[in-house]
């Protein structure tokens, strides 16, 4: 006989000899199986039992198996309960364990390291970073997740080829990587083109319940909004949720020594452009005048008419004309009274050096009916304010659309060096919109007032805009709609109860502080008897 058939009867008896055995010794099995379930149970439920309760226990115990010894066939009895709970207990077998899930890493970075290598890779390369069989380990520095399983870090080596340089691939990587880390969050991408590498962080939301209020701050700065903390220099006592917390503001500056004395806000419709000029008019109106166009023609302003301080509310193509021709011819006034006061060596008057705020919410709206009735263009009339207005104490902030961006005027976007970008958008708008590219790449959805700020020549940052709804939209919350009125001026019909007798007037400015001591003059110094003083002469 072969030996190959031995081995294979040999097998086969083996085979047969382990079964019969197992189905022999079954009940065994099940028995020592229950045996060792009741030995868990008893061991767990000694650990669970407090240290100054074990000894009744004990005791108690003992005391029943004593009881269970003194009764006729007792310990039979026992025996039979306790070898038919085991074999109930015992009857399922050990379940198999559960196989180990797959890392998060490994299935989330292979999956992102895949969907970059069309576009990190390049034909002529012999030794390419990103290549189908590789692996993602060889080009991911570091990564970390959040406790959902989301990326939340990560950095990464591209060749030296790549183009990094151009907007363009650029914003292909950042879509990719978007795409396949999530598009509920916003990511910042900092490309570190000296050494071709790409650190990629998820940014926390920004909080979207800080409502309009009084914010710490001195007169001639304007909070456009909140950022991150390593957005701004400082933070400031806000109310939020019921309580009061620091959050970093994003200040704007304005004034005559201010380097942005100009802003212009564009964003996507609904996104809170509207608002943002709600919440600056009621910072402004505690020490300055205002003049409000309401380009669109929808209201959203009507709070302010009648107020102390607004001079005008308009929303048709005549009114807007009247008022920004006022403007202008008050522009120069003021340059006038104020370079008259400065060569006689006076204070100028007080009227000169209260800030004008001019508001303009969707002007390119006017600029379109202007040109269909051959009217001069709004946009127009405010070159002086624009130019001049920071020496006249004069400051303009514009407010529309994003898409209408290129239906402003080169002055306006020239002399606007503080802008404001609301809404989701692409990076080519983005750099439209803020002058400089935007390393941080916005969600797929956004709340209203969510967007980016960038003051002069500065890095953009994000920002998200109080909440500032119109008091007479009475589909609003009631909690934010009297938030704003409470900073009205003073009370209207339309919107609350009339204002009691004794109510104080406004302020017309700031209260004067005066010194502490008086400061003594000194006494000027005589250069020769010959030379007579010089004398200037005033402008006309």
């Known amino acids: 006989m072969p030996l190959n058939r031995h081995l294979t009867k040999g097998r086969d008896l083996a085979r047969t000899a382990g079964d019969h055995a197992s189905d022999m010794f079954a009940p065994l099995t099940v028995l020592g199986r229950g045996m060792r379930h009741h030995v868990a ?90 290549h189908h069989e590789g692996a993602y380990k060889d080009v991911f520095g570091s990564w970390e997740f959040d406790g ?219 600029s379109e009916l202007a040109h269909a009735e051959g ?11 624009l130019r001049h207005g920071r020496a006249a104490r004069v400051t303009v902030v514009i407010a529309d659309d994003i898409e209408a961006r290129d239906r402003i005027t080169p002055t306006v976007r020239v002399t606007t060096r503080a802008r404001v970008l609301l809404g989701p958008t692409g990076p080519e708008e983005g750099y439209a919109a803020l002058g400089a590219p935007l390393d941080i790449v916005p969600a797929a959805h956004a709340p209203a007032g969510r967007g980016y700020a960038r003051i002069g020549t500065g890095t953009p940052v994000r920002l998200q805009v109080p909440a500032t709804v119109d008091p007479l939209d009475e589909e609003a919350p009631a909690q934010l709609r009297e938030a704003v009125i409470a900073l009205l001026p003073h009370r209207d019909t339309r919107t609350e109860a009339a204002a009691p007798a004794d109510v104080p007037p406004r302020p017309a400015g700031p209260p004067a502080v005066p010194p502490a001591e008086p400061v003594q003059q000194p006494r000027p110094v005589e250069l020769g008897k010959e030379h007579t003083p010089l004398r200037f002469r005033p402008l006309a």
């Open 41 to 130: 149970w008893a061991k767990s439920r000694w650990q669970a039992t407090p240290k100054e309760r074990r000894g009744p226990t004990i005791f108690l115990t003992a005391a029943m198996l004593l009881g269970i010894y003194l009764l006729p066939h007792g310990l039979l009895f026992a025996l039979i309960a306790l070898m038919a709970s085991a074999a109930w207990n015992g009857r399922s077998p050990k379940a198999p364990p559960a196989p180990p899930e797959p890392d998060v890493a490994d299935v989330k970075l292979t999956a992102l390291y895949a969907a970059l290598t069309p576009y990190l890779s390049g034909p002529d390369d012999l030794a390419p970073l990103y």
């Open 375 to 385: 009217r001069p263009d709004p946009q127009d009339l405010l070159e002086l304010p």
């Open 148 to 366: 959902e399983g989301r990326l939340s870090r990560l950095e990464l080596v591209y060749p030296a080829y790549f183009t990094d340089t151009e907007p363009a691939a650029r914003a292909r990587i950042e879509q990719v990587v978007q795409g396949k880390a999530g598009r509920a969050r916003e990511y910042r991408f900092d490309w570190d083109e000296e050494s071709n590498r790409l650190r990629i962080a998820a940014l926390a939301p920004l909080p979207t319940d800080i409502a309009a209020q009084r914010f710490v701050t001195t007169p001639g700065e304007i909070v456009l909004g909140f950022t991150d903390e390593d957005g701004s220099a400082r933070t400031i006592p806000v109310g939020q949720g019921g309580t009061i917390a620091q959050q970093p503001p994003v200040v704007w500056r304005t004034g005559p020594r201010s380097g942005e004395p100009h802003l212009l806000a564009l964003g996507v419709t609904g996104y809170g452009t509207s608002s943002l000029i709600r919440s600056i008019a009621l910072q402004a109106l505690p020490f300055g005048d205002l003049v409000v166009i309401d380009g669109a023609g929808t209201g959203e302003h009507a709070c302010l008419v009648n107020r102390p301080g607004v001079h005008t509310v308009e929303t048709s193509l005549h009114g807007a004309l009247a008022a920004l021709e006022w403007a202008a011819q008050e522009t120069e006034r003021r340059l006038t009274a104020l370079n008259a006061a400065r060569h006689e060596g006076t204070a100028p008057p007080e009227d000169v050096t209260r800030p004008l705020w001019l508001l303009l919410d969707h002007p390119t709206e006017l």
